[in-house]
């Protein structure tokens, strides 16, 4: 089994900050990738940002230059600091990963999500 579990949601005030970090534990034998995704009512869930092995990064061009994810290999962990909040950051908050597993003979990757985390940016 695998799980991962997100903290560091809440409420903010526009204009602050926020960090969110998601660790994932259980049988793994490796993490290809994590990321975080978002979804506000009504609306699909979108990526926000994601980090591969080796440090590649992405953004979604509505959070660039205010949102930074980065990732602790030795902990298998991911974090999202979050800058200069705005109410259309408002979502739950999703931490994905992409985590292969060796099964008996089998080895593949395997897609898994965190339960999710409100942000809620309000004044």
């Known amino acids: 089994q695998v799980q991962l579990v997100e903290s560091g949601g809440g409420l903010v005030q526009p204009g602050g900050s926020l960090r969110l970090s998601c660790a994932a534990s259980?049988?793994?034998?490796?993490?290809?990738?994590m990321g975080w995704y978002r979804q506000a009512p009504g609306k699909q869930r979108n990526l926000v940002a994601a980090?591969?092995?080796?440090?590649?990064?992405n953004y979604a061009d509505s959070v660039k230059g205010r949102f930074t994810i980065s990732r602790d290999n030795a902990k298998n962990t991911v974090y999202l600091q979050m800058n200069s909040l705005k109410p259309e950051d408002t979502a739950v908050y999703y931490c994905?990963?992409?985590?292969?597993?060796?099964?008996?003979?089998?080895?593949?990757?395997?897609?898994?999500w965190g339960q999710g985390t409100q942000v809620t940016v309000s004044s």
């Open positions: 980090i591969r092995n080796g440090g590649n990064t």
């Open positions: 259980g049988s793994i034998f490796s993490i290809n990738a």
């Open positions: 994905n990963a992409a985590i292969t597993r060796i099964l008996g003979a089998t080895t593949r990757e395997y897609a898994y």
